[in-house]
């Protein structure tokens, strides 16, 4: 059954990876196992599962590390593997953008509940399918951007911006709005933090950094995912006058 969810599961003691390989099949899920944070990676990006088991102390490239590199390429949801003591890892695991964690021992349908938990969250709100974007091919279900054939490697940040774009399709979103659905409320009068990560999602996108694409800048209030040019300007992007250098620091 390929449409079972696939789990990776990323622990360096075979009998963990095995019990949870055994408790999560029989729960409906597909398991693969890596025993580094070296072939963790390699297995997500190949694999692209639906949900990543880690666990904190590895040895050697330790799970934070692993988080690390995760959350600068991958949406990927995260549940940290975690011994009771480790209170401290896990505060800095769910600061670098784990979604949950787990406690070893735990019992097996606990787990299962956690993963299908962190699934719903990870897709609520979500459109699917396959989008075109700019230069860009944007396939949601499979989580994978591609221009000309190539895969464009995105963060969980540009993941989420593209997603409440595409999902708020001709809707005029508030920069709080973007910046608290994003990288939560802390950050909702962050705008000039938000300009740094849609030049950066235009780019992704093949969007030339002279132009907005579209993704619509609309001044003073926010941005809108507008593909068919819908909604009314309400301002030249560029006044008159205006060189192309100017524009391009501008331009998010």
Partial sequence: ????????????????????????????????TA??????LEQLSESNPDV????????????????????????????????????????EGLNLGADDYVVKPFHPGELAARIRAVMRRSRRGMVAGKHR???????????????????????????????LFLANEGRIL??????????????RDEIAYLRLWIGQLRRKLGIPPWEEGAIRTIQGLGY???????????????????????ATATSA
Avoid: C
Wanted: aromatic share 4%; hydrophobic share 40%.
């Fill in 1 to 32: 059954m390929e449409n079972r969810p696939l789990i990776l599961v990323a622990d360096d003691q075979p009998e963990i990876t095995k019990l949870v390989s055994l408790s999560l099949d029989n729960e409906g899920f597909r398991v693969i």
């Fill in 35 to 40: 025993s580094d944070g070296a072939s963790a």
């Fill in 52 to 91: 990543l088991l880690l666990d904190i102390m590895m040895p050697g490239m330790s799970g934070l590390d692993v988080l690390r590199e995760v959350r600068e390429h991958h949406p990927v949801p995260v549940i940290m593997l975690t011994a009771r003591a480790a209170t401290a890892q896990v505060s």
């Fill in 133 to 163: 974007v700019a230069q860009a091919t944007v396939d949601l279900d499979r989580r994978r951007v591609d221009i000309d054939g190539r895969p464009v490697r995105m963060s969980r940040s540009e993941w989420l911006l593209l997603e």
């Fill in 174 to 187: 508030l920069h709080h709005e973007i910046l608290t659905h994003v990288w939560g409320p802390e950050y």
């Fill in 224 to 246: 809108a995912f507008d593909p068919e040019e819908k909604l009314p300007r309400m301002q030249s992007r560029r006044p008159r006058g205006e060189t192309r250098t100017e």
